[in-house]
């Protein structure tokens, strides 16, 4: 990626206990087929992480390693919702993968908690909703990078 060109990585988690169908993966994959629909100079690449915290890991250094954290990049990653824990301490994937993704992007990351999939909320409409966040994510961060050159 050179450095006049944006990139939005976007990631999703695969099957877990009873999800057999994980829909932050769905709302991914939705949102790959239909892009970002915003400008086409912003690349959108997708992945799907295992419910693995060493694979996590293994993973989101090689793509902080790739694309070096830099002005125009986010990683942004889906999560499915989990019910509150009664457990002290609890700590989900998806909360893990947010912060070593900020620790390792200097904060060009974000979570974005999705709920499970059912009968009134489909994988595409979970997709259009992650696509408007996103528009919404990279027209703020455009106001920023505007304001902060002409100061």
């Known amino acids: ?9 976007v990631t999703g988690f695969g099957p877990f206990r009873q999800h ?3 829909s932050s993966w769905e709302a991914v994959k939705e949102l790959s087929k239909l892009g970002l629909g915003v400008d086409t100079d912003i ?10 915290y060493r694979e ?7 793509i902080w390693e790739e694309f070096q954290p830099q002005e125009g990049l986010m990683v942004i990653h889906p999560g499915l ?3 509150q824990s009664s457990l002290p301490g609890a700590w989900y994937i998806c909360d893990y ?3 070593l993704s900020l620790h390792l992007g200097t904060g060009h990351a ?10 009134w909320l489909s994988a595409s409409l979970l997709g ?15 106001k920023v990078q505007t304001q902060s050159t002409a100061a």
Not at 1 to 9: A, E, I, K, L, P
Not at 43 to 52: A, C, G, H, K
Request: charged share 20%; net charge positive.
């Open 20 to 22: 057999l169908v994980n």
């Open 128 to 142: 259009k909703a992650l696509q408007a966040i996103i528009q919404e994510m990279l027209e703020g961060s455009r």
């Open 43 to 52: 690349e959108l690449r997708t992945l799907q992480l295992p419910v693995d």
């Open 110 to 119: 974000a979570l974005i908690h999705v709920p499970p999939l059912s009968h």
């Open 97 to 99: 993968t947010y912060y």
């Open 1 to 9: 990626m050179d450095s006049q060109s944006r990139c939005v990585v």
């Open 56 to 62: 996590v890991k293994r993973r989101l250094t090689t």
């Open 81 to 83: 919702v989990h019910l």
